[in-house]
T-cell receptor, first 110, second 114 residues
Framework: GEDVEQSLFLSVREGDSSVINCTYT??????LYWYKQEPGAGLQLLTY?????DMKQDQRLTVLLNKKDKHLSLRIADTQTGDSAIYFC??????????FGTGTRLQVFP | DSGVTQTPKHLITATGQRVTLRCSPRSGDLSVYWYQQSLDQGLQFLIQYYNGEERAKGNILERFSAQQFPDLHSELNLSSLELGDSALYFC?????????????FGPGTRLTVL
């Protein structure tokens, strides 16, 4: 069945790295995404990775994909207070729909 | 600003009523998706339209229906509303049948059923 899981909370100090983890169940997923949701706002696509890639880096963001373990992670380097938000991973299967994880609330403290 | 617009921003109504949520996709996007975000169910896919035709269906209740019009805007109709329908409803759009299918989300409509 479709199930994407994330830890609920993560708290980090400003300037440290944050690592948000996600596990998914559908091995046929072609693309995996990370979205950010700030309070009272919609979803913003941060980055995505194709399933035949192991890693993708985009400025402060690094996505790691372990397809064997169906594990996806998002690393945010030099985390800032503006990074405080809820982060969702999502998988895309053969259809166009996205299956979202439960979301991880990232809190950055000074 | 993603380029996807949704109206209204907030909607407060009573149980048993019917409401219509509206979405205008980004210019050039042919696909429209509807998602529901609630505290107990999380973020769930409801339905997708591509160029006026229903493309995929998710966990959408029979009381809910949607359509995409020739000008590509979409409406989500929710009827016989229940307290549990209170949620944030997002619309997203994408170009369509591209492999990466980047979806751009609107700001959402917050529905409160009293």
């Amino acid at each position: 069945g479709e199930d994407v899981e994330q830890s609920l909370f993560l708290s980090v100090r400003e300037g440290d790295s944050s690592v948000i983890n996600c596990t998914y169940t559908d091995s046929s997923s072609t693309y995996l995404y990370w979205y950010k949701q700030e309070p009272g706002a919609g979803l913003q696509l941060l980055t995505y990775i194709f399933s035949n890639m192991d890693m993708k880096q985009d400025q402060r963001l690094t996505v790691l994909l372990n397809k064997k373990d169906k594990h996806l992670s998002l690393r945010i380097a030099d985390t800032q207070t503006g990074d405080s938000a809820i982060y969702f991973c999502a998988e895309k299967e053969d259809t166009d729909k996205l299956i979202f994880g439960t979301g991880t609330r990232l809190q950055v403290f000074p | 600003d993603s380029g996807v617009t949704q109206t209204p921003k907030h909607l407060i109504t009573a149980t048993g009523q019917r409401v219509t949520l509206r979405c205008s996709p980004r210019s050039g996007d042919l696909s429209v998706y509807w998602y529901q975000q609630s505290l107990d169910q999380g973020l769930q896919f409801l339905i997708q339209y591509y160029n006026g035709e229903e493309r995929a269906k998710g966990n959408i209740l029979e009381r809910f229906s949607a359509q995409q019009f020739p000008d590509l805007h979409s409406e989500l109709n929710l009827s016989s509303l229940e307290l549990g329908d209170s949620a944030l409803y997002f619309c997203a759009s994408s170009v369509g049948r591209l492999a990466d299918n980047e979806q751009f989300f609107g700001p959402g409509t917050r529905l409160t059923v009293l």
